[in-house]
C-alpha cells in the first residue's frame, strides 16, 4: 500500500473511532410513553423544565434493622450506569450483597404537575419476587417548589408492596424547577400610570429642548405649547368658577372694574359746601 493510501486508511479508522466514542459518550434522555399527542407535548415541556436537573446525582441511604440496608440512586432523565445501557432511572443497590435491583426505567416516563410540583414515575423497572403479583416495580418522585435551591433533601417516602397490584416507591425532593413563573407585581393600573408619566416626561423635557435649542426661545416660552396651556388655564378656572360659584346667575357682580369705559360721569352734587369759606 502506498504512503497515501495508508495515511488516507488511518484517517478513516480515527474518524470512525471518534463517531463511535461520540456516539456511547451521548447519555439517553427520558422518553415519555404515549404517542406524539397533545398530551406528550406537555410531558415533554415538563422534560423541558427539568433540564437543569439532568446533570446531578442524587443518593439516599435506608436502614431497617439488619435485613434491610439499601442505597438508592437517582439521575433526571438520564441512566445511572450509562456503561450498562438498561434505562435505569432510579436503581436500589444492596449493601449486604451488592445486588443492583432497577427500580424504574427512563425510556417509559410519565410526568405532569400541578401548581407548585412536578411528579415524575419510571415505569418497566425489575420485576417484583413474591409481591405485587410480580409485576414490573415503578418509581414515583415527587418534585416540590422551594425557591433558590436547584435541587436537595432526596429522600425516599414510603414502598408499596403490599397491594396485589399498582405497587409503587415514592420518593421526594426539593428543586426550583418546580416553582410557578414570579408574577409581576405591578396591576394594570400601575403600568398604565407608569406608561402615562413617562410619556408626559418625554413630551416636556423633548419639547423644551427643541423650543431651547431650536426655536431659540427663552423663560417661559420655552414650554412646549406655552400659549396654548396658558389658554387652557384660564379657560379651567372660567369653568370652575362658573360651575362652583354658589352665587345666582342674575345677581351682578359685587365689584366694579377700573377701566377707562366704566367711568362715569361724575356727580352733579359736590361736596364744595363743606369746605370752609
Known sequence: ???????SALLLVFMALAVAGAEQ???????????????????????????????????????????????????VCREVNSTLHDFGGLVQIDRQNGKTTVI??????????????????????DSYGRHCSGEKRRAVIMISCKRGVTASSF?????????????????????????????????????????????IAVYIIGGFLYQRLVVGAKGMEQIPHFAFWQDLGNLVADG???????????????YRGVGDDQLGEESEERDDHLLPM
Not at 500500500?1 to 495515511?7: R, V
Not at 407548585?116 to 415505569?123: A, G, Q, S, V
Not at 408499596?160 to 413563573?181: G, H, I, N, T
Not at 370652575?240 to 359685587?254: L, T
Request: aromatic share 8%; glycine share 4%.
Open 104 to 125: 424504574g426505567r427512563i425510556n417509559e416516563t410519565q410526568v405532569f404537575n400541578g401548581s407548585d410540583w412536578i411528579m415524575l414515575i419510571y415505569k418497566g423497572g
Open 25 to 75: 459518550s451521548e447519555e439517553r434522555s427520558c422518553d415519555v410513553i404515549g404517542d406524539e399527542s397533545s398530551e406528550s407535548q406537555m410531558e415533554r415541556a415538563l422534560l423541558k423544565k427539568l433540564e437543569p436537573l439532568s446533570h446531578m446525582r442524587f443518593n439516599v441511604t435506608v436502614e431497617k434493622g439488619k435485613t434491610e440496608n439499601y442505597v438508592y440512586h437517582f439521575r
Open 240 to 254: 370652575c368658577d362658573f360651575v362652583c360659584r354658589s352665587k345666582p346667575r342674575n345677581v351682578p357682580a359685587a
Open 1 to 7: 500500500m502506498s504512503p497515501p493510501c495508508h495515511t
Open 155 to 199: 429522600s425516599i417516602i414510603s414502598e408499596e408492596r403490599e397491594k396485589e397490584q399498582e405497587c409503587f416507591y415514592l420518593f421526594e425532593m426539593d428543586s426550583s424547577v418546580a416553582c410557578p413563573a414570579e408574577n409581576s407585581h405591578l396591576s394594570v393600573g400601575s403600568i398604565l400610570l407608569i406608561t402615562f408619566v413617562s410619556l
